[in-house]
Nanobody, 123 residues
Framework: QVQLMESGGGSVQAGGSLRLSCAAS????????MGWFRQAPGKEREAVAL???????TYADSVKGRFTISKDNAKYTSYLQMNSLKPEDTAMYFC?????????????????WGQGTQVTVSS
């Protein structure tokens, strides 16, 4: 059974930092591409950062230069380091993973999600 468990969210002031973690388990593939998505109230879930199996990364324009995705392959864990946070980063953050070489950018291409972790940035 696939499980994704996010942690590390919280409330910070603008300009602050948070580091999110995602532990993945139950995947049949031993190599995963992993990604982070977010969803604000009333908005669709959107990709924030993707780490492909090639080690290439894809970032949403809104977070480039501020967020960094990484992973520990041995632990099937991904991380999202978020710096210089802005109020518009406030959302529920979710991680996703697949055995594909490249992680899809669209959230609809993923079947499995964790419960999410809330990030709130105050001005």
């Amino acid at each position: 059974q696939v499980q994704l468990m996010e942690s590390g969210g919280g409330s910070v002031q603008a300009g602050g930092s948070l580091r999110l973690s995602c532990a993945a388990s139950g995947f049949t593939s031993r190599k995963l591409c992993m990604g982070w998505f977010r969803q604000a109230p009333g908005k669709e879930r959107e990709a924030v950062a993707l780490l492909h199996r090639t080690s290439e990364t894809t970032y949403a324009d809104s977070v480039k230069g501020r967020f960094t995705i990484s992973k520990d392959n041995a632990k099937y864990t991904s991380y999202l380091q978020m710096n210089s946070l802005k109020p518009e980063d406030t959302a529920m953050y979710f991680c996703a993973a697949q055995g594909k070489l490249y992680c899809p950018f669209e959230a609809g291409n993923y079947n499995d999600w964790g419960q999410g972790t809330q990030v709130t940035v105050s001005s």
